[in-house]
């Protein structure tokens, strides 16, 4: 045994003790890699426990603390079942804030990342997480990015990343582009400033080819995935089915295509509207008079100052501008007068609608407000319908101002009349497809991932610009283009990446030629570099593969991933997309990623959220210092369910302390030699650690890890009864009760438990030994009804656990209100205890 502190150090309620025998554990941790995941060993079955990786923002915080106690828990959890655990660390470490303190500090990106990313390094460390440290990763490192650059070019390769121009979200202070996903409601993401359209030439991942896919595979994650993200990945892909259809336009030859949801609808249209920033506007008002072109641009540019949310927002007046153009009608050949109006949005479907007033709320609103007709298609008053009854001439939209959108019968339709909704659409489609001018369509909120940003901190894109203007690939072995020095770069914003700056280093040749040619500056969204990590960790000293795939099938997908609801939408759904292209490039035979999912609360102060600026952050390594990991571990883990917010002000550290110290102190006292068989041991005790081992793997697998801590601190306590009382320290029983315990404590306080292990006579590591199973028939809940006597009157019966102890029975024989009245002012003088069927009291007086 080596030194053994808790002999000195107890009672432990000292934090100096407790932080005494952290260093000892991690010393012990450290020296003998005892956690690492074994590559070699193909007969355990695996488990691959994830948690998302941190960004190196600073020292960790108590988020962190949160987290990653939780992946710890599960991981140890799956070792002491038997399983070959894999539970990896990486740094999410390129991004904006490391390059924003480079700019306040003038300093190197590098200095501000990599000093974070050892403190956190330190923290974790201390903090006793079982993470494989051989296999740690950090994006910002060449021989990270230098694999995002290999996956840009398989995308390249398969057509999946492309350059184009088109609008694109711009930040005017960070000022550099956004993908949707990082524009919450009209603003940045990361700096709350109101985000404006600028028309850009940008590189795009082509999201949009596997929206079907994401979308349908959500099915398989129904029940492992919180429904809450299921709902916002689905409404964030949104997909809608209708028809796309042809409008020949008066004057101009080809046609503009439309998206419906309601083809039905057809003979209902009354106008059609033209998106102000799309090209088909621009057009159609060009080849219009002087006025209206006038007229045009003036609302063009008040509405490019709108954001999104703004133009699609129902409660504000309609706006547009009539471009004296006509849409012929594919049906009926209708002329359709074209307006251009904001509500239609340039990037959805087409950028253009058929405006079917009387059955679709904006247009109704548009044309109530510029005095356009409203036609009636669908009589929703019919028997079925979903104003079944109602007059429909009271009704009509173009009085009441409320669309119908309900279900009904077609009317004025033609060939369509007297069909339902269903039928209607079917045969819409269907006519417009005889004829050509119309077919299915299906169309989708998502857009393509546009992953350049100007900026310098990120994975350079590993393209060139040639002479003639040709963007060509560099040559894999020429992998990886790494970043230059930042000697001589103004980092500060400008709308164009600094890289491009970097003159010797943007200058290069063609890979094909060997012409003079300059690289592309722009460096990718970072989460890129996180849409794939999980898998680099399967590899990550690699410098011949991203990953291997035979260690893949090993390992993934992650069995358990935790992480912020934060992620629901961007990081998921890129993770997704990039292990389907992974998939389809036959390296993963798999289609999800993540095989379960949980996002855990928030931990709050005095019901806030923490946050620098309002000043009321607890700080995680002042909690370190003064409680210990162990317990800071013990009152996280208490705290609350998983997916629970926790209030810092109602979390018990010196409680969780406490406990600690009487479970260190239980193992000092056991007296019965390692290997003692437990049969025959105190029954009420082997009772209750048999019940745990019974119910433990379930709790912690249904992530309960709050009452498992509750379980563990009843097992203490019986432990300590039965110490103290009739059994007392030599049981076998309390031996048993022991090891049990330390090693399940093993998942929330992995120092003391070490020490408890070593304490009862064992050596290191209790993290990897295997719990034992439990015995059913002692785990088992049965009860006996005992008959308690005053002088062999039966005065009452009680129900008890079958295996209790006749201390045990005759104390609570004693605490039953019946026998307190039939024994009150008389002496006992002899007490008979038949456990568990009979007491009976010997009294006189
Ligand atoms: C005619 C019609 C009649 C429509 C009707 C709806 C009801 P979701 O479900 O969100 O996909 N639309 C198409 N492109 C648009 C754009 N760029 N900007 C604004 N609106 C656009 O919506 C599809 C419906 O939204 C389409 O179906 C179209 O209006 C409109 F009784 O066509 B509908």
Redesign the pocket.
């Known amino acids: 045994m080596s030194e053994n502190l808790s002999a000195t150090a107890l009672p432990s309620d000292d934090a100096r003790s407790f932080s005494a025998l952290q260093a000892k554990w991690q010393r012990y941790w450290a020296d003998n890699n005892t956690f690492e995941a074994d590559a070699d060993d193909t007969e355990r079955p695996h488990k691959y426990v994830l948690a998302m990786f941190p960004y190196p923002s600073g020292d960790l915080h108590m988020g962190h603390a949160e987290n990653y106690l939780y992946s710890d828990i599960v991981a140890r959890y799956w070792r002491h079942r038997g399983y070959n655990v894999l539970h990896p660390i990486g740094w999410d470490s390129f991004g904006l804030p490391a390059e924003n303190a480079a700019i306040r500090r003038g300093a190197d990106p590098r200095e501000w990342t990599y000093e974070n990313i050892d403190q956190q390094k330190a923290g974790f460390r201390s903090y006793g997480v079982s993470f494989d440290w051989s296999r740690v990763l950090h994006t910002s490192d060449p021989e990270y990015y230098r694999w995002n650059q290999w996956l840009f070019l398989k995308l390249y390769e398969r057509g999946l990343a492309y350059r184009k121009e088109s609008p694109v979200n711009w930040c005017p202070n960070d000022q550099t582009v956004l993908a949707n996903e990082q524009v919450v409601d009209g603003r940045c993401e990361r700096c709350g400033a109101e985000v404006v359209k600028k028309k850009l030439t940008q590189w795009y991942f082509r999201i949009t080819e596997y929206a079907d896919r994401l979308l349908d595979d959500l099915d398989q994650l129904e029940g492992h995935w919180p429904q809450k993200v299921l709902q916002m990945q689905r409404n964030w892909i ?1 997909r ?1 089915t ?1 028809a796309d259809i042809d409008f020949a336009i008066e004057g101009r030859e080809g046609v503009v295509t ?6 039905d ?2 003979a ?2 009354t106008f059609f ?1 033209v ?1 102000p920033d799309s090209d088909i506007a621009a057009e159609l008002a060009a080849g219009s008079t002087p006025e209206v072109q006038a007229e045009f641009a003036a609302y063009l540019t008040k509405v490019q100052k709108q954001t999104e949310i703004e133009r ?1 927002s129902t409660d504000r007046p309609k706006t547009g501008v009539f471009l004296d153009r006509y849409a012929v009608n594919p049906l009926n050949g209708e002329r359709l007068p074209i307006w251009a109006a904001d ?14 007033p ?3 709320q ?2 109704l609103d548009f044309a109530r407000a510029f005095d356009l007709p409203v036609r009636l298609v ?1 009589d929703t008053t019919v028997t079925g319908g979903s104003n079944e009854g109602e007059d429909i001439a009271a009704l009509h939209p173009e009085h009441t101002g409320q ?1 119908l ?1 309900g279900d009904g019968i077609m009317v004025n339709s033609a060939e369509l009349d007297g069909l339902g909704r269903a039928e209607a659409i079917a045969q819409a489609t269907a006519t417009l497809q005889e004829r050509g001018t119309g077919r299915q369509a299906k ?1 989708y ?1 998502l857009r393509d991932w546009l992953i350049s940003r100007q900026r310098f901190w990120g994975t350079p894109i590993p393209m060139v610009h040639t002479a003639e203007g040709d963007v060509v690939p560099v040559a894999d072995s020429e992998l990886p283009v790494t970043l230059p020095s930042i000697d001589g770069l103004d980092l500060t914003p400008k709308g164009t990446s600094p890289l491009g700056a970097a003159e010797s280093w943007v200058t290069t040749t063609d890979p094909t030629t060997g012409a003079p040619a300059r690289r592309d500056p722009d460096t990718m969204d970072t989460f890129v570099d996180s849409s794939w990590y999980f898998l680099r960790f399967l590899s990550s000293t690699s410098d011949t593969v991203a990953f291997d795939p035979e260690a893949a099938a090993q390992w993934a997908p992650v069995d358990f991933y935790i992480g912020g609801v934060e992620h629901a939408i961007l990081h998921l759904l890129y993770a997704r997309f990039i292990t389907k292209v992974f998939h389809d490039m036959g390296l993963v035979s798999f289609n999800e990623p993540f095989s379960s999912l949980i996002n855990q609360g928030m931990v709050i102060l005095d019901g806030a959220k923490m946050s620098k600026s309002k000043g009321n952050l607890v700080l995680f390594h002042e909690e370190l210092e003064r409680f210990g990991a162990d317990a800071l571990r013990v009152a996280l883990a208490f705290a609350g369910p998983v997916e629970d917010d926790k209030d810092w002000a109602d979390v018990s550290t010196t409680g969780a302390q406490k406990f600690l110290a009487r479970a260190l102190r239980v193992a000092t006292e056991v007296t019965s030699p390692v290997g003692t068989p437990a049969d025959g041991g105190f029954a009420a005790l082997r009772h209750d650690t048999h019940r745990l081992l019974a119910e433990a793997p379930e709790l912690v697998e249904q992530t309960k890890f709050n009452v498992l801590v509750a379980r563990l601190m009843e097992l203490v306590n019986h432990t300590r009864k039965a110490i103290d009382g009739e059994a007392g320290p030599g049981d076998p029983a309390v031996r048993e009760a022991v090891e049990v315990l330390t090693m399940m404590l093993d998942l929330v306080a992995p120092h003391t438990a070490e020490e408890m292990w070593e304490i009862l006579g064992h050596e290191p590591s209790v993290g990897l030994v295997e719990w034992p199973a439990a015995d059913q028939t002692l785990a088992a809940d049965t009860t006996v009804t005992t008959a308690i006597q005053v002088n062999g009157k039966v005065r009452a019966t009680i129900d008890v656990p079958a295996g209790i102890s006749e201390s045990e029975l005759e104390s609570r024989a004693r605490a039953d209100e019946r026998i307190q009245k039939a024994l009150d002012g008389k002496e006992i003088v002899r007490v008979i205890v038949r456990a568990p069927k009979i007491v009976n009291f010997a009294v006189k007086g």
Do not use: E
Request: proline content about 2%.
């Open positions: 949104g809608s209708g439309v998206f419906s949801t309601r083809p609808t057809l209902g249209a509207v998106a699609q509500y239609v949005l340039a990037d959805y479907g087409h950028g253009a609608v058929m405006a079917v009387a059955h679709d904006r247009d669908v669309a959108t169309n909120r």
